[in-house]
C-alpha cells in the first residue's frame, strides 16, 4: 500500500513538474474562416515571421486544418490509397511534438529548439514553429519504387496547401521549403529508419 502510495505521489510530482508536457489542443473550430475564394486570393509565401507565439486556439486550428480527422478516420487532405503515411511534427521552441489527429494532440517527443534545422534559409529560426511533413514509409503497404516517393510528396503537398490557406484565413504567414538538410534534421527530431522529411513549413504573425 505504501509503495503505492508513493508511485501516486511521484506521478503526481512528475505531472506537476510539467515533464509528461504532451499539449492537449482545445476542440478546433470546423466551421469559421473566410470564404475559400477569397483564401485561395490571398495565399501567399512568407520568408518574414514574427517571434510571437501562437494562442493554443490558433495551433489546434491550424493542425486541424493540414491533416486533421474528418468523416470519422479521413482527413481534411486526400491521401493516395488512403495510407495517411504522412505525419505532421511540430517544432518550437520548447521541443519536437507529433501531431495525432485522432486524439487531436501533440506528443512531446523530444526536448530543446531545433527550428534553426528545419530549413538551409536564416529566416526558418524566427518562426515560432514550423510543422515537418514526414512520410511513414512503413504505412504505404507494397507500393514501390518511385510511386512511394510520388505518393510521399503528393500527399504532403496536400497538406501543405491546407495550412497556406488557413493562414490565408487567419492572417498568418506561411511558406513551405523543399531546401532543407534532410539529414541533419531527422538525426535532431530522433526520427527512426523508414521515416521520410518530405517538406518543412513555417508558421507565424507577419512583422509588424
Ligand atoms: C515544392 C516546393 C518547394 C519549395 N521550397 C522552398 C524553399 O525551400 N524555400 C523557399 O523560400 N520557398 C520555397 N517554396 C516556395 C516557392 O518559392 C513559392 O511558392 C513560389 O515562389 C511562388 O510564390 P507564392 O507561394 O507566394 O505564390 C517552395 C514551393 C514548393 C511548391
Redesign the pocket.
Known sequence: MKKLNLLVIMAILTFSNGISQDIILPEPDREGGIPVMLALNL?????EFSPEKLPLQVMSDLLWAACGTTRGSYRTAPSARNFQEISAYVVTEEAVYLYHEKDHYLERLVDGDYREFT???P?VKDAPLTIVLVADHSRMGNTTGAARTAYA?ADA?YI?QNI?LYCASADLNT??????DREVLAEKMQLGEGYEIV??QCVGYPVK
Open positions: 495565399r501567399h509565401s512568407s520568408r530549413g538551409t534559409q529566416f510528396w503537398s501543405s497556406y511558406g513551405v521549403r523543399a531546401l532543407v517538406f518543412a
